[in-house]
């Protein structure tokens, strides 16, 4: 399927990435066929529930990192996805009140339940858009005075990747955020990953028979290649889990009954993660 098509039937009984997700970070926006989409890709991959859940804890660390240790205001959450606990402007508002926070996504069920739920204030947007087209979204964001790219930016494209299939238009995004953003601008990335190729065929394959969706899992070193420029910090890229762990940090919200056999699977098994970690534009 085309990168840039966005077919899934925005129906109930069609599973959405932004549901299926939310369901296993322990969120309330998602139907009957999100949860057993879920439930069915744990039944083969049980530690995906797990991966889930490590990301978004993931997505905490890179924010306290942006907000408190990089004295970022104003931050991107490229495929933000359906509320969860906690939320990028949650997090950046405990270390950084001042910051202004754009969540963009694509799929309209993101965008009505953001709206009703994410935004306390002027500081925070949600906002329609294709983030694999930079040129056009920071036009907008800049044209809406929602970003100054004479400023540092802290940027977020967490489990989006796996939904570009075609790592050209990966590169070439990343390339134009690079060279849009201000030297001091930072990036947290993700993406769903196999560390051998007959693992990643297989993920494929799997999802491919399930969801009609755009996806491609990759291997690390692919992952690295469509990230251009950008120059990792400390410890570098790998298993966001292992990220700069922090066991004194918030707990997110648990997942229901049905899900939580799952918790703890991936301490036995680990096929598959999501690989990434924090970047920058050096000044
Ligand atoms: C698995 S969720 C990740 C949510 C959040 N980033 C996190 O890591 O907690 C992926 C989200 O990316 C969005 N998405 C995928 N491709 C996109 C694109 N090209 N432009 C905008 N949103 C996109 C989906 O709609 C979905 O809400």
């Known amino acids: 399927m085309a990168d840039d098509s966005f077919l899934w039937e925005l129906s109930v009984d069609v599973p959405t990435p932004a549901r299926v997700y939310n369901y296993s970070i322990g969120g309330k926006d998602h139907f009957s066929a999100d ?3 879920a ?5 083969q991959y049980p530690e995906v529930i797990d991966v889930s859940r490590e990301n978004r804890l993931f997505l905490y660390r890179a924010v306290r990192l942006f907000a ?11 495929g933000s996805g359906l509320p969860g606990s906690p939320n990028v402007h949650e997090v950046a508002h405990e270390f950084n009140p001042v910051s202004r926070v754009s969540y963009v996504d694509r799929d309209p069920m993101v965008l ?9 204030d002027d500081r925070v947007a949600v906002v329609e858009g294709d983030v694999m087209r930079p040129e056009v979204l920071l036009d907008d964001l800049v044209s809406s ?7 540092p930016v802290g940027m977020l494209l967490l489990s989006v990747p796996q939904f570009v299939a075609q790592d050209r238009r990966l590169s070439r995004a990343l390339e134009h955020y690079w060279d849009a953003v201000a030297p001091g601008s930072y990036l947290a990335v993700s993406q769903l990953a196999a560390l051998s190729q007959a693992e990643v065929h297989r993920l494929n394959e799997f999802v491919s028979q399930r969801f009609r969706i755009g996806w491609r899992a990759r291997l690390p070193e692919e992952i690295n290649a469509y990230l251009g420029k950008w120059v990792p910090v400390e410890p570098g890229l790998g298993d966001v889990d292992a990220w700069r762990p922090d ?3 918030p707990p997110i919200t648990d997942i229901d009954e049905r ?11 680990k096929r598959i993660f999501e690989y990434g970690g924090v970047l920058y534009k050096p000044e």
């Not at 899900?259 to 098994?269: C, E, N, P």
């Open 68 to 78: 408190r240790d990089q004295g970022i205001s104003q931050f991107l959450d490229l």
């Open 145 to 151: 005075g929602r970003i100054d790219l004479s400023q």
């Open 35 to 37: 949860r057993e989409a």
């Open 247 to 249: 066991p004194t940090q």
């Open 259 to 269: 899900g939580q056999r799952f918790l703890g699977a991936s301490r036995r098994q």
């Open 112 to 120: 009505a339940h953001g709206r009703a739920l994410l935004v306390p």
């Open 39 to 43: 439930l069915s890709a744990a039944s």
